[in-house]
């Protein structure tokens, strides 16, 4: 029997778009022979996988996990797509979105990584998805995963529109010794803000210069046009910098649960609430689709068929 190398499963990944771990099994039950593994695996089913993975996976969920680690928490967010949104609606699919999600806990939002990882049933992530290809038939891939952590505090999550999969989903890390449970639901709330306000960066120091000089040589040229001395000109660019800062960075945001109130002062008054200092460590919001380059053509189904063969 041919040794069963790295190589000659590789070769027949190549082949038949099928994980290394059913290549491997193949090759292991027909002694390292390439055509006979390709003929196993039909009979199992296995390589409908592999003739699905040009078409457009478009739709699917973002599904949520989260998990109390003594003084601290750990959340999790994965998007599995699928061609259409009734696959997205189907039970089992959801199930392994759960269960993916669930596995990301354990993997630091590096998503080649998950694709390797093991769910609780023992399943390696990648075998998983293409046993749902091989059973639903649609094309689907695990394109992203997110994790947040803190080593005292909470980790808010919010999926929308409800429950532990949906299209958008938010995690929030709070660091603080405060009560969990507390920071928890106010987590949660900042969550749901953020799936709504959808903000570019956490404070106006972590946004992208490049983005507020643009602004500010917008909000420059229309003050100047006002015919005002540069005095006044320089302090109405300063506070129109403040109102583009509401509008896009998360602690400046008017909380859309209480409009009179920002997102900082939702903080500081949470910490006075559970009687410790409350930070906001940081956010990750994924929505359905995102995050795909648009191609020239503005085709996003291409970006996302161009994704699967990767």
């Not at 070769?11 to 039950?29: P, T, W, Y």
């Not at 390589?47 to 599904?63: H, L, M, T």
């Not at 929030?172 to 903000?199: C, F, W, Y």
């Not at 302090?235 to 409009?259: A, S, T, W």
Request: proline letters at 3%; charged letters at 25%.
């Amino acid at each position: 029997m041919a040794e069963i190398t790295a190589g000659l499963v590789k070769a027949l990944r190549d082949k038949s778009g099928v994980g290394m771990m059913d290549c491997k099994k193949a090759l292991q039950e027909t002694g390292g022979d390439i055509e006979a593994a390709i003929d196993w695996l039909r009979a199992k089913g296995l390589s409908k996988a592999a003739k699905k993975a040009d078409r457009v996976a478009a739709e699917g969920v973002i599904a949520l996990a989260l998990r109390a680690d003594g003084p601290g928490m750990t959340g999790a967010l994965v998007e599995l797509n699928a061609e259409t949104d009734f696959v997205a609606r189907n039970e089992g699919f959801q199930a392994a979105a759960r269960s993916i999600a669930a596995t990301a806990l354990d993997v630091d939002g590096d998503v080649g990584a998950l694709r390797k990882a093991k769910t609780r049933d023992g399943q390696e992530v990648d075998a998983v998805v293409t046993g749902l290809i091989a059973t639903i038939g649609e094309n689907m891939i695990l394109r992203r995963s997110a994790r947040l952590t803190t080593a005292s505090g909470a980790v808010g999550g919010y999926i929308h529109p409800t429950g532990d999969v949906g299209r958008i989903g938010v995690l929030v890390a709070l660091e603080s010794t405060g009560d969990q449970a507390a920071l928890r639901d106010v987590g949660r709330k900042i969550a749901m803000h953020i799936a709504h306000a959808n903000p570019q960066s956490l404070s106006p120091d972590e946004l992208d210069p490049a983005l507020v000089e643009r602004e500010r040589a917008i909000f420059a040229e229309q003050a100047a046009a006002s015919g005002k001395p540069a005095n006044v000109i320089e302090k109405m660019v300063e506070g129109r910098i403040r109102k583009f800062h509401q509008e896009v960075v998360l602690i400046k945001q008017p909380f859309v649960m209480n409009p009179d109130q920002t997102i900082e002062q939702l903080v500081a008054d949470t910490a006075k609430t559970v009687g410790a200092p409350v930070t906001v460590k940081g956010f990750v919001r994924l929505a359905l689709g995102d995050g795909v380059e648009k191609s020239p053509s503005g085709d996003f189904a291409a970006e996302v068929a161009a994704l699967t063969r990767q």
